[in-house]
């Protein structure tokens, strides 16, 4: 089992910046990468970005949406995985959700994630 634990969310005014982190606890040895999602009221949850935890090699992955704007990193050495929001945007108003997945492949797909922490809320005022 994997625990993720998200903070960092807030009110914010459009082009303001957050940055959002993803506490990783139990089993993180099992955990290939991270990822991620926001769902915004009456909408799907979509993916948002994903890193890879372990190995040599380090990929990361950015919805179109975002890309330029947000950062993704990881501190392997304190199990977090960060999201930093730059410029961000009233459409963007959402609750930010972290997930942990095996393997690095098909990161965009929410249903290929094993955990799921309960969620950040990000709110983007005009």
């Not at 625990?3 to 459009?14: I, K, N, R, Y």
């Not at 999602?37 to 950015?62: C, H, L, M």
């Not at 009233?90 to 997930?99: N, Q």
């Amino acid at each position: 089992q994997v625990q993720l634990v998200e903070s960092g969310g807030g009110l914010v005014h459009a082009g303001g910046s957050l940055r959002l982190s993803c506490a990783a606890s139990g089993r993180t040895d099992s955990t290939h990468a991270m990822g991620w999602f926001r769902q915004a009221p009456g909408k799907e949850r979509e993916f948002v970005a994903a890193i890879s935890w372990s190995g040599d090699g380090t990929y990361i992955n950015y919805a179109d949406s975002v890309k330029g704007r947000f950062t993704i990193s990881r501190d392997n050495a304190k199990n977090t995985v960060y999201l930093q929001m730059n410029s961000l945007k009233p459409e963007e108003t959402a609750v930010y959700y972290c997930a942990a997945k095996l393997g690095y492949f098909r990161v965009q797909l929410m249903k290929e994630y094993n955990y799921w922490g309960q969620g950040t809320q990000v709110t983007v005022s005009s």
